[in-house]
């Protein structure tokens, strides 16, 4: 498997302007997760879904943020209207459920898209 | 309440074993720990998981104390390679699911 691939790496984008970035998780896992580090807040859990339902989004900052995973191969982040205090590098991780016979703690994650909102 | 607390930042040179302590006190008995680690410009790493005792593989060991209120990584003859902010996570499994949830992690410096 090539692993979390996330799209596009860099983004560049002017404020107001709509915002989508997407995700291919890891084929076969259950869960996936979307984070947002800057250098202010470190890596901060914006939204997760199990079995491509959305479970807890209580880190979502706002309402110009959505988060969509209408199948297991794919999700997207949506900012709409972009500001420049969104600027950050956006993370999307996958992990596998956990049994009773093994129990993961190990999320993998993409490279990232570095978001700039001018 | 933070979970977990760790040093800010830590400096070592190349060669040495590198131990960096996390602090849990409040330890739930259903909460695993976790260590990641992550490069500039790159996604965290999953490094190891233990519950007690000691977990080793063949990046890193970790040490668990019997109460479970702290948790040392190891990190045997770091290179350069390894310079990289180092988080600690707890986190429960009991519900089958494991929601990694990050602090601001220890910033590991090796110098030559």
């Known amino acids: 498997d090539a692993g979390v691939i996330q799209s596009p790496r860099h983004e560049v984008t002017e404020m107001g302007q709509e915002v989508t970035l997407r995700c291919k998780p890891i084929?076969?896992?259950?869960?996936l997760f979307w984070y947002r580090q800057t250098m202010m807040r470190g890596l901060e859990l914006l939204i997760y879904?199990?079995?491509?339902?959305?479970?807890?989004d209580s880190g979502m900052p706002e309402d110009r943020f959505s988060a969509k995973m209408p199948n297991a191969s794919f999700s997207t982040l949506k900012i709409q209207p972009s500001e420049p205090r969104d600027s950050a590098v956006y993370f999307c991780?996958?992990?596998?459920?956990?049994?009773?016979?093994?129990?993961?703690?190990?999320?993998?994650f993409g490279q990232g898209t570095r978001l700039t909102v001018v | 309440l933070a979970k977990t607390t760790q040093p800010i930042s830590m400096d070592s040179y190349e060669g040495q074993e590198v131990n960096i302590t996390c602090s849990h006190n409040?330890?739930?008995?259903?909460?695993?720990i976790t260590w990641y680690q992550q490069f500039p410009s790159q996604g965290p790493r999953f490094i190891i998981q233990?519950?007690?005792t000691k977990v080793t593989n063949e990046v890193a060991s970790l040490f668990i104390p019997a109460d479970r209120k702290s948790s040392t990584l190891s990190l045997p003859r770091v290179s350069l390679s390894d310079t990289a902010v180092y988080y600690c996570?707890?986190?429960?499994?009991?519900?089958?699911?494991?929601?990694?949830?990050f602090g601001r992690g220890t910033s590991l410096i090796v110098h030559p």
């Open positions: 991780a996958s992990s596998p459920l956990s049994t009773g016979v093994v129990w993961n703690t190990e999320a993998f």
């Open positions: 084929s076969g896992h259950d869960y």
């Open positions: 879904f199990n079995n491509n339902v959305p479970i807890d």
């Open positions: 409040n330890i739930a008995t259903n909460d695993y």
């Open positions: 233990g519950y007690k």
């Open positions: 996570l707890v986190g429960d499994l009991s519900g089958g699911s494991y929601i990694p949830t």
